[in-house]
């Protein structure tokens, strides 16, 4: 890969006055990823067109609407800090500030990386642009534009995840896609960020825990901003797996079929729960887990369920947490789609509740501070994000892959192309991916 150039995308608006200057603090929402890898994605787009229209036409018109996009999402531009003076992080912001965009070109097979085949994690890596970290400071977005010339090209975006959650991620590149395509300078309503943070009540002060754990951890008083550092397994494998509406149809007939008769719990037969259930029951075979629990943890926006309710477009982290607890050897049986819907449902059940009710105990989880030999794996992304409506005006994704779970081996998922269903991304060794992808295929047969 060659690297073409590097551009300092600042903020711009045609329709509002941005602010000289600003800061925007972090909520115990944004707190408790302060340290954690930041998020990454890559979106290819089919272009086989020759190179000087990329950087004649494309190219000035990406930019062009990036820093109108950014316009509206301007704390993107700025750096998270944690100052002396300061009980918690902050993201600060100023006039000068601006998004580092990379251009570059690869000769890499682009079909090859594009497809759905199982392929090599460290094959894409080098389409992801990387934060600048140091103790001090943070930048929070980064992007890289590579072209493979006359076949198509990629969007990488890395963001930081105390800043961005999912559905904020996914809304700012739907904003830069909505203002290229139509050559606008304005956001619909549903685009547009909130930013009011008092509007999050913290009556069991969060905040004050979180940071209190962070700064413990490495500590005492540990400001630092650095973020873990997981290694991605030189021989990891990639590989992307579809559920279509069919399949999923099929696993809700086998789970209402099959269903346990003595359950109290209201069986959430969601697209989202069946295909984690499907997924989870293909990994703990295909990995042949030894330990004797199964736990996962699966993220809950709580915009909805706060009170007072947030807007869907609250700038920021707004995750949860619930922790779906199994025995391993009942995921194990035939039944074990059955078990694990099971177990998401009365999970999930719970957020009628109260959707921060054990929040004091999420820092402590995500520290490592609960010893235990269950194994522990998490979800990433969502359906609901709709990656593959992401049409700068090139038409849709031809593939979108989560890169960020080479690190933190969670199931990654999202929406297909064709919008038939759900794709799930996973990341494994060769020999475990090939077993998946076997129960995977063989367990929709049946």
Known sequence: MEVVQVFNIAPTSESQ?????????LTFFDILWLRLPPVERIFFYEFPHPTPLFFDTLLPKLK????????????????LTWPFHSDKPIINYNTRDSVSLTVAESDADFNHL?????????????????????????TILALQLTLFPNRGFSIGITSHHAVLDGKTSTSFIKSWAYLCRESSSSLPPELCPFYEREIIKDPNELEAKYCSDWLKHGGPNNRSLVVWDLQVPEDAIRGSFKLSRSDIEKLKQFVVSNKKGNTNTNLRLSTFVLSVAYALVCRVRAEEVKSKRFVLAVPVDCRRWLEPPLLPTYFGNCIGAKFVIVETIELATEEGVVVAVEALSEALETVKDGVLN???????????????????????????FEVYGNDFGWGRPKKVEMVS??????????????????????????????????LFAKGLQS
């Open 17 to 25: 006055e941005l602010p000289s200057q600003t800061s925007l603090p």
């Open 64 to 79: 062009h609407s990036l820093s109108l996009a950014l316009g509206y999402f301007f704390p993107l531009a700025g750096h």
């Open 114 to 138: 594009a497809a759905s085949d199982l392929i090599e994690a460290k094959e894409i890596h080098h389409l992801i642009p990387h934060l600048t970290i140091s103790h001090e400071q943070a």
């Open 358 to 384: 054990g929040a004091e105990n999420w820092s402590t989880r995500m520290l490592g501070g609960l010893v235990t030999d269950d194994k522990i794996i998490g979800t990433a992304g969502s359906p609901m």
């Open 405 to 438: 779970i080479d690190r933190t081996s969670a199931l990654s998922f999202s929406d297909t192309r064709n919008g038939d269903g759900v794709e799930i991304g996973f990341v494994s060794k060769k020999r475990t991916m090939e077993t998946f992808a076997s």
